[in-house]
């Protein structure tokens, strides 16, 4: 059974930092295109970015809003995908998703930026 | 990249069909046969519905259907139920050559009456 657990979510001061975590089993993890999607409170689903597998050189990409803050990491030796999170805004607040972009999602961790 | 073009609402009775909409451009919808679609339930991780434009996963009810046209993909639920009462999202891949590889769509409310 595919599993994908997020962690590392919390509650953050603007312009501070933080580093989400996604635990992945039942899969070839190192095989596998790695993907954060992110949902603010009523609102729709947001691609954040991407990172490929090995055999395709580590490939990341990233949406417009969080280009230049935001960096997808991997570590197949752990099966884990990070999201380190910069320079966060108010407007980062949501519920991010690690998710294949298929069938497989992680249940979601809530990251709130404010004061 | 915007976000793919869904309308807010579409309601129907139970028993009907229902048709959402996806519109996107020539660089996304328009040029790969990618364009995958969720159902999202309050509180709930996405649920994939439709990949490839009109391929079922596994366990998925062939109530629902997807297609494409141009720049515009649909997905059509037959046979409305009330738990089909969702929020569903497309989502289109973008080209690997581009900045932004993948596009959801703004989300659509499917209420049965």
């Known amino acids: 059974e595919v599993q994908l657990v997020e962690s590392g979510g919390g509650l953050v001061q603007p312009g501070g930092s933080l580093k989400l975590s996604c635990a992945a089993s039942g899969f070839t993890f190192s095989g596998s295109a790695m993907h954060w999607v992110r949902q603010a409170s009523g609102k729709g689903l947001e691609w954040v970015g991407r990172i490929r597998s090995k055999a395709n050189s580590y490939a990341t990409a990233y949406a417009a809003s969080v280009k230049g803050r935001f960096t997808i990491s991997r570590d197949d030796s752990k099966n884990t995908a990070y999201l380190q999170m910069n320079s966060l805004k108010t407007e980062d607040t949501a519920v991010y998703y690690c998710t294949r972009l298929g069938s497989d999602w992680g249940q979601g961790t809530l990251v709130t930026v404010s004061s | ?113």
């Open chain 2, 1 to 113: 990249q915007s976000a793919l073009t869904q309308p807010a609402s579409v309601s129907g009775s139970p028993g009907q069909s229902i048709t959402i909409s996806c519109t996107g451009t020539s660089s996304d919808v328009g040029s790969y046969n990618l364009v995958s679609w969720y159902q999202q339930h309050p509180g709930k991780a996405p649920k994939l519905m439709i990949y490839e434009v009109s391929k079922r996963p596994s366990g998925v009810s062939n109530r629902f259907s997807g297609s494409k046209s141009g720049n515009t993909a649909s997905l059509t639920i037959s046979g409305l139920q009330a738990e089909d009462e969702a929020d569903y999202y497309c989502c289109s891949y973008a080209g690997s050559s581009t900045f932004v590889p993948y596009v959801f769509g703004t989300g659509t409310k499917v209420t049965v009456l």
